[in-house]
């Protein structure tokens, strides 16, 4: 290599460095800036998106503490199982285990449910019932549409 070098004249050489400069340069930019500058540019948007995203939750929980405080008193531990019994076959859900807890809470145990008439119900119990959810943990289930529910429902504090 370096006798193939020193074959050359200055100005090939000169050339050809100048050439290995800009094509250094050119790599550079292709493998490290530019993906980085691609990157920071997706991650702004991702922060606006979840500053609005953040707006929109707050204004959300401001509804909810306005409905919680003209919601309905709150029930004693064998009229929330009743509540909630009376409410799942209201929906059409089908209750798989309904477990009392040592706070006085329940929980309720739902598969293979429609998931547009779980959150119908989650909606009543919680805006017109005035109940509280300490866990809720939903999955998909076989078919579409469909999901498995697990659900920790409280008294209100």
Aim: glycine letters at 6%; a positive charge.
């Amino acid at each position: 290599m370096a006798a193939w070098w020193s074959r050359l004249t200055v100005r090939e050489q000169t050339s050809l460095l100048l050439l290995s400069i800009t094509v250094g340069a050119w790599l550079l930019w292709m493998v490290v800036w530019s993906p980085l500058a691609a990157k920071r540019d997706r991650m702004v948007e991702q922060n606006v998106a979840t500053a609005a995203a953040l707006v929109r939750v707050d204004a959300l929980s401001a509804q909810v503490l306005q409905a919680r405080e003209g919601a309905a008193p709150a029930r004693t531990g064998s009229n929330l199982a009743a509540v909630v019994n009376q409410s799942t076959v209201r929906f059409g859900l089908a209750v798989s285990r309904l477990q009392p807890g040592a706070r006085g809470d329940l929980q309720v145990r739902l598969e293979n449910a429609q998931f547009a008439d779980l959150v119908a119900w989650l909606h009543q119990l919680e805006l017109r019932e005035g109940l509280v959810f300490e866990e809720v943990a939903i999955t998909q289930a076989g078919s579409a549409g469909r999901v498995n529910a697990t659900v920790r429902i409280g008294q209100p504090p």
